[in-house]
């Protein structure tokens, strides 16, 4: 459970202080704690999810909108796409090192939960949420764009990739007859929290292995590995 040392460091990494820290603690909460003991009555960060996927969406439009010259809705909605992703909110959430502070079951501790991207994003949506609550908008706006302001400069210089698994692909059909081969290697885990793990060949060699709650996020993880590992350049 956190502490008030625990709550009073990460404050300082959000650059925000909580009028009512409970709403911190929710978006902190992963559903599988709340879910480990039937008689257990707190509230996990689903639903402030939900909402603050909402706020993140809306807060990156207006930031593109009004601060970048960008002439046409399709570069706007591309660009958003590449900020507003897993990988990206994942990346903000260890850099204010906020999967230390997620509370979850022992059964998802043991497996990595604190440290998969798809828990990462989902609790940076929740705590947009949980600003949202106890600050209102532009606290929210502050939050954002201390956190993304960094990747929607890449986004717009074209340093951001999202689509690893297109962009492999298009690169070893252009330069080379090579042969990609996604093979699901191993799946773990309950129907309703999966873990799959693939490996990625290339002419039958091995250059990337990922995991994911879904075999298209496995795949990504796979192809984004296999580009460092070619020291490929999509800039």
């Known amino acids: 459970m956190l502490t008030v040392n625990d709550f009073l460091v990460l404050e300082k990494k959000l650059n925000y202080v909580f009028v009512n820290r409970e709403l911190l603690k929710i978006a902190l909460t992963h559903s599988s704690y709340t879910n480990d003991d039937k008689l257990n009555t707190e509230e996990n960060y689903e639903r402030m999810e939900f909402f603050g996927d909402s706020i993140l969406q809306f807060l990156v439009s207006e930031m593109l909108f009004s601060k970048y010259d960008i002439k046409t809705e399709g570069k706007l909605t591309k660009l958003r796409a590449l900020v507003v992703c897993e990988e990206t909110l994942a990346k903000c959430a260890k850099s204010l090192s906020i999967n230390k502070y997620i509370i979850m079951s022992n059964g998802s501790l043991m497996s990595g939960g604190r440290d998969r991207p798809s828990i990462l994003a989902d609790v940076i949506e929740a705590i947009i949420c949980s600003i949202f609550l106890d600050g209102g908008m532009e606290a929210s706006r502050k939050f954002i764009k201390k956190i993304l302001k960094k990747y929607i400069e890449l986004a717009i210089d074209g340093n ?39 490996l990625l060949l290339i002419d039958s060699e091995p250059f990337g292995q990922g995991l994911g709650k879904t075999k298209k996020e496995a795949q990504q993880h796979a192809a984004k590995q296999a580009i460092e590992k070619l020291n490929l350049d999509f800039s």
């Open 160 to 198: 951001l990739i999202k689509d690893y698994k297109s962009a492999l692909q298009e690169h070893i059909q252009g330069k080379t007859k090579s042969k990609i081969e996604y093979i699901l290697f191993k799946q773990e885990g309950p129907v309703h929290d999966r873990i799959f793990e693939y």
